[in-house]
């Protein structure tokens, strides 16, 4: 089956259409809560490039961190949601946001694939390139990079969460972000030998937070450097 699927993504990731147009064709399937959540530097410096950190609860625990290992390099900006790749309210909701904040991104880290279990990897993998596209579409001047999905802590019966779920979403995310010429932020392997770090099943403590900052931070400064 991954053949299929990966053509799929190719072929979508290749083809430059409204925001509209990409979004994933199934119904949403909504969550207990639902939400979305968003900061920004109360002043922020004209002089700095501006960086949007786009992705869920994980990323708003990191966020902090990364505002303060950017500090004099960076504004930083936060959208977060519980709307997961493969969901077809994201894309809207990334326009919405991009079109409101008006703030131009120098580059955008993003990532959206703890949430949405309701949807199957092929579902998941649909939705991306609309999330891409929404990024071109609002902030086409932005670089893109994009961050995997961490590991959870233990696996969830029922059809929800498993590491194998994880797995097969980052294979399939990771193939369309090398096709697109997007680079990665592999969050899931530095996570993987930080099990003992899990604040719950999915999230981590303080020390994980920052641990990932770290990396973010780095991998924003990258692409910052990149011509």
Not at 118 to 124: C, L, M, R, V
Not at 142 to 171: E, F, H, K, M, Y
């Amino acid at each position: 089956m991954r053949i299929p699927i990966l053509a799929l993504l190719l072929a979508a990731g290749a083809v430059t259409t409204p925001v509209q147009a990409q979004l994933a064709p199934q119904k949403s399937i909504t969550e207990k809560i639902e939400w979305t959540w968003t900061d920004r530097p109360e002043t922020p410096a004209p002089a700095l490039p501006n960086v949007l950190l786009e992705g869920d609860s994980i990323t708003r625990a990191y966020y902090p961190a990364v505002q303060a290992n950017l500090k004099g390099i960076a504004n930083v900006y936060l959208f977060a949601t519980s709307a997961s790749s493969g969901d077809a309210r994201l894309p809207g909701q990334l326009h919405d946001y991009l079109a409101m904040i008006a703030v131009p991104f120098a580059v955008i880290h993003f990532n959206n694939g703890m949430h949405g279990w309701g949807y199957t990897e092929q579902q998941y993998a649909a939705g991306l390139p609309g999330v891409v596209a929404a990024f071109h579409a609002g902030q086409p001047q932005a670089r893109l990079v994009w961050a995997s999905t961490t590991p959870i802590q233990l696996d969830l019966t029922g059809g929800q969460a498993t590491n194998a779920r994880v797995d097969a979403r980052n294979q399939l995310a990771a193939a369309l972000m090398a096709a697109q010429s997007i680079p990665i932020d592999d969050q899931h392997t530095l996570m993987l030998a930080h099990q003992d770090m899990h604040a719950d099943n999915v999230h981590f403590n303080a020390d994980g937070s920052a641990l990932q900052s770290a990396q973010v931070a780095a991998t924003i400064r990258a692409a910052l450097a990149r011509p």
